[in-house]
């Protein structure tokens, strides 16, 4: 199975900070990864598909890169409604696999 | 509006079975794949497989494989994930995802099924 390796675990922000989440697959999986989004008792929220494509009606603020073995979700001037726990998910190769989670939390 | 709602909490008792449901709607059912995903109590995303309802295809992961079976129906536009013997450690929440397959396009969740096994 491809493992997804993503970092940091967890974070300290401030509001209006830039902040990179990075995830990395043991194996080359093309584009085939999708971001999301969860906040404590609610589903997730998916935010990013084909690695770069934001979803629609999620805030510019949002983005993401990478191809390959190498991804990263930005978000560019951190907000309050966006302290939660960040997932990758690589579909490239059965089984799927989640990243591990990133929680970021307010500085 | 795309929306997949799913059936309401569970308590159980280990060794009893479960079928848990998620209700599909607003989207052509047997376009796209719905999978299964666990959360334990404080812990990440699970990833345990997906059907695809058009023609039944079902994925499992390994960690999943044997222990609990993915259907769907589609005259009623609702897949399930069930147990035959469940165990203390099924404790989590389930949620049921939309999916197209590829390029990380999991785009519908379901509100979630907690289920509580528990002697």
């Known amino acids: 199975a491809i493992q997804m390796t993503q970092s940091p675990s967890s974070l300290s922000a401030s509001v209006g900070d830039r902040v990179t989440i990075t995830c990395r697959a043991s194996q080359g999986i093309r584009n085939d990864l999708g971001w999301f989004q969860q906040k404590p008792g609610k589903a997730p929220k998916f935010l990013i598909y084909a690695a770069t494509t934001l979803q629609s009606g999620v805030p510019s603020r949002f983005s993401g890169s990478g191809s390959g073995t190498d991804f990263t979700l930005t978000i560019s001037s951190l907000q309050p409604e966006d302290f939660a726990t960040y997932y990758c998910l690589q579909d490239n190769n059965y089984p799927w696999t989640f990243g591990q989670g990133t929680k970021v939390e307010i500085k | 509006e795309v929306q997949l709602v799913q059936s309401g909490p569970e308590v159980k008792k280990p060794g009893e079975s479960l079928k848990i449901s998620c209700k599909s709607s607003?989207?052509?059912?047997?376009?796209?794949?719905i999978g299964w995903v666990r959360q334990m109590p404080g812990k990440g995303l699970e990833w345990m497989g997906i059907?695809?309802?058009?023609?039944?295809?079902?994925r499992y992961s390994p960690s999943f494989q044997g222990q609990v079976t993915i259907s769907a129906d589609k005259s009623i536009t609702t897949a399930y994930v069930q147990w035959s013997s469940l165990k203390v450690s099924d404790t989590a929440m389930y949620y049921c995802?939309?999916?197209?397959?590829?390029?990380?396009?999991?785009?519908?969740w379901g509100q979630g099924t907690r289920v509580t096994v528990s002697s």
């Open positions: 995802v939309r999916s197209s397959g590829s390029r990380g396009r999991s785009d519908y």
């Open positions: 059907i695809y309802p058009g023609d039944s295809d079902t």
């Open positions: 607003g989207y052509s059912f047997t376009s796209y794949w």
